[in-house]
Nanobody, 123 residues
Framework: EVQLVESGGGLVQAGGSLRLSCAAS????????IGWFRQAPGKEREGVSC????????YYVDSVKGRFTISRDNSKNTVYLQMNSLKPEDTGVYYC????????????????WGQGTQVTVSS
């Protein structure tokens, strides 16, 4: 059974930092591209960052460029999202996901998802 388990969310003041982790099991982790998504109340799920398994290329949505960093440790089957200079608009449930087909910000292309972790940024 494939499982993705996020952790590291919480409540932080604007300008603060959080590091999200996503531990994967039940799959050959380094065969998959990875992505982080978020969903705010009343809004659609949006892609935040993704990373290629083949060459390590990383991609970010414009609103988080320069503040968020995605990384992965294949030896630990874990992907991370370092979030700095957090803003209230970063609030939402953050999900990690894996994609066999390639890096994308389209959630429909992802094969497996975690349950999400709540990030709340207060002003």
């Amino acid at each position: 059974e494939v499982q993705l388990v996020e952790s590291g969310g919480g409540l932080v003041q604007a300008g603060g930092s959080l590091r999200l982790s996503c531990a994967a099991s039940g799959l050959t982790f380094d065969d998959y591209d990875i992505g982080w998504f978020r969903q705010a109340p009343g809004k659609e799920r949006e892609g935040v960052s993704c990373m290629s398994n083949s060459d390590g290329s990383t991609y970010y949505v414009d609103s988080v460029k320069g503040r968020f960093t995605i990384s992965r440790d294949n030896s630990k089957n874990t992907v991370y999202l370092q979030m700095n200079s957090l803003k209230p608009e970063d609030t939402g449930v953050y999900y990690c996901a894996v994609d066999w087909h390639g890096t994308s910000f389209n959630p429909l292309e992802y094969d497996y998802w975690g349950q999400g972790t709540q990030v709340t940024v207060s002003s």
